[in-house]
Antibody, heavy 118, light 108 residues
Framework: QVQLVQSGGGVVQPGRSLRLSCAAS????????MYWVRQAPGKGLEWVAV????????YYTDSVKGRFTISRDNSKKTLYLQMDSLRSDDTAVYYC???????????WGQGTLVSVSS | EVVLTQSPGTLSLSPGERATLSCRAS???????LAWYQQKPGQAPRLLIY???SRATGIPDRFSGSGSGTDFILTISRLEPEDFAVYYC?????????FGGGTKVEIK
């Protein structure tokens, strides 16, 4: 059974840090590029960060550049998102998702809520 | 980035009616790498259609996709109660992937 299981998240004060994890099972993790996608309350889907299958290439949406770091450990089949200097507008449900070739993002993790509030 | 514009923003229909959702891309999508997702409250997006017109595993045949280039359509032939949700189009042919703003299909 193909699964992405997320952990981490929660309530954090502005300026603090948080790390999200996404553990894969049932898929050839090291063949997939991996994305973090977020969804602010009542809003649509927004890509946040992407890493290539081997972790050598990483890209970020402008609003998180210099604050967020995406990484992966293929030996553990796990994806990470280190979020530093968090702001209130980072409040969202964060999803991890796999990307194989030109196919759509699939599978998806269950999502984890990050709430940035004082 | 490829910008995807969905219309309408909200569609108010009754069960049994036909739903037609539109997605327009800011540039032509190679090999029609356009997909559609369904999302219900508190859930992750669920893949419905990929390659513009291919149904994902387990998706009922009342869902169909069409289009090419910059204009794409998702059709739900007869709405079932469980189909009332938000639908997103998504392109995966250009990096980074992007999403449309969504169409909410609500009960009239």
């Amino acid at each position: 059974q193909v699964q992405l299981v997320q952990s981490g998240g929660g309530v954090v004060q502005p300026g603090r840090s948080l790390r999200l994890s996404c553990a894969a099972s049932g898929l050839a993790f090291n063949n997939y590029a991996m994305y973090w996608v977020r969804q602010a309350p009542g809003k649509g889907l927004e890509w946040v960060a992407v890493t290539s299958y081997d972790g050598n290439n990483r890209y970020y949406t402008d609003s998180v550049k210099g604050r967020f770091t995406i990484s992966r450990d293929n030996s553990k089949k796990t994806l990470y998102l280190q979020m530093d200097s968090l702001r209130s507008d980072d409040t969202a449900v964060y999803y991890c998702a796999g990307h194989f070739g030109d196919y759509p993002l699939d599978p998806w993790g269950q999502g984890t809520l990050v709430s940035v509030s004082s | 980035e490829v910008v995807l514009t969905q219309s309408p923003g909200t569609l108010s229909l009754s069960p049994g009616e036909r739903a037609t959702l539109s997605c327009r891309a800011s540039q032509s999508l190679s090999n029609s790498y356009l997909a559609w997702y369904q999302q219900k409250p508190g859930q992750a997006p669920r893949l419905l259609i990929y390659g513009a017109s291919s149904r994902a595993t387990g998706i009922p045949d009342r869902f169909s996709g069409s289009g090419s280039g910059t204009d794409f359509i998702l059709t739900i032939s007869r709405l079932e109660p469980e189909d009332f949700a938000v639908y997103y189009c998504h392109q995966s042919g250009s990096s980074p992937v992007t999403f449309g703003g969504g169409t909410k299909v609500e009960i009239k």
